[in-house]
């Protein structure tokens, strides 16, 4: 059974921070390429962030670069997203995605073998 879990969503105040987990089964993370996408209602689903599954190189968003932070640890078959300083324009539901082929562009959402149901992450005063 394959599966992505996200968690770590919740409510926070603007210029909170937020660590969103999200966890891997039925297949060998340290192969697979990991993207944090994010979709706000009536918007499509963007690219936040990206790890890739062999030297760990990272990719962000314009609008979350200097903010948000990803990392992952295959041992715990775990990827992070840290969001720090976040703004009312964070809040969606973000969701993580897994692929083991990485010949496209990583915001590409079709290149993913794998999405997990998403997590609700509300920036509000």
């Known amino acids: 059974q394959v599966q992505l879990v996200e968690s770590g969503g919740g409510l926070v105040h603007p210029g909170g921070s937020l660590r969103l987990s999200c966890a891997a089964s039925g297949f060998t993370l340290d192969y697979y390429a990991i993207g944090w996408f994010r979709q706000a209602p009536g918007n499509e689903r963007e690219g936040v962030s990206y790890i890739s599954s062999s030297d760990g190189t990272t990719d962000y968003a314009d609008s979350v670069k200097g903010r948000f932070t990803i990392s992952r640890d295959n041992a715990k078959k775990t990827v992070y997203l840290q969001m720090d300083s976040l703004k009312p324009e964070d809040t969606a539901v973000y969701y993580c995605?897994?692929?083991?082929?990485?010949?496209?562009?990583?915001?590409?959402?079709?290149?993913?073998?794998?999405w997990g149901q998403g997590t609700q992450v509300t920036i509000s005063s």
């Open positions: 995605a897994a692929r083991r082929l990485a010949y496209r562009s990583w915001y590409i959402r079709s290149s993913y073998d794998y």
